[in-house]
């Protein structure tokens, strides 16, 4: 098996043996892309090795709020396998990486008659759902410094290797919050030591003081996750 640096795509990989080759095609990505839009045809499905996707909601008013984030751990368009012939969602670049992009037919034809496949792809899109809920109950109800560090460990999570480039504004719009508020708790969780933000660029430098100062949302995620792969190794460790 060719480890592939997204776990999905090597799980899917050793349930459907050989099946890959020459149906990958690598792709980059950078801040800004779109990769997929709501209403439109899916013709490719795609798997980071590094960076973040966001799924996202455009609304009227020019706001864009993320619903999910999908990194080395997952992919953009499962739902395809499923019979799904457009996007429900918005799918963006967030922070610039690399992957592997499909054919959305070849995913079509991958599930087909197998069932570990189709379980692991009926999953990712149970994950995608619970990040979908929990965000609409998080953004809600939770304050916005609590939500600032749960988002910041979830993007760490699926990008540790790497600073985190964000400006502030980004971060603002992602949150739906004001980008005065963003600067605000990012220089307290600076003065803590918990966080080094210069330039559009977010060092984590205490990742258990920023979990402490995290709403319940991003354990939550953390526990769905484990639930439904039972499989630790998808789940980098904080
Ligand atoms: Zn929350």
Avoid at 7 to 12: M, Q, T
Avoid at 137 to 154: D, G, K
Wanted: aromatic letters at 8%; charged letters at 15%; one cysteine or more.
């Amino acid at each position: 098996m060719i480890p592939y640096k997204n776990s999905l795509l090597d799980a899917l990989s050793a349930a459907a043996p050989g099946f890959m080759g020459g149906r990958l095609a690598s792709f980059n990505f950078t801040h800004g892309d779109l990769l997929c839009v709501a209403g439109d045809a899916v013709e490719h499905v795609y798997f980071p090795t590094s960076g973040l996707i966001s799924l996202v909601v455009d609304l009227s008013g020019g706001e864009r709020i993320e619903a999910a984030m999908i990194g080395r751990d997952g992919m953009l368009g499962a739902g395809f396998a499923f019979g799904g012939n457009v996007s429900v969602s918005t799918g963006f670049g967030q922070i610039g990486g690399s992957g592997w992009r499909m054919a959305a037919g070849d995913l079509v034809a991958l599930a087909r008659g197998n069932a570990s496949v189709w379980s692991l792809l009926f999953r990712h899109e149970q994950y995608v759902l619970a990040q979908a809920q929990q965000t609409a109950a998080c953004n809600a109800t939770h304050p916005i410094r609590e939500r600032m560090c749960s988002w910041l460990l979830r993007a760490h999570d699926l990008a540790p290797e790497t600073d985190l480039y964000l400006t502030q504004e980004f971060l603002a719009d992602i949150l739906g919050v004001q980008r005065a508020s963003v600067s605000l708790i990012a220089g307290t969780l600076q003065d803590a030591g918990i966080i080094q933000y210069r330039r559009g660029r977010v060092s984590i430098l205490d990742k258990q003081a920023l979990a402490q100062n995290a709403c319940e949302c991003y354990r939550a995620l953390r526990g769905h996750r484990q639930r439904l792969f039972h499989n630790d190794t998808m789940i980098p460790a904080v």
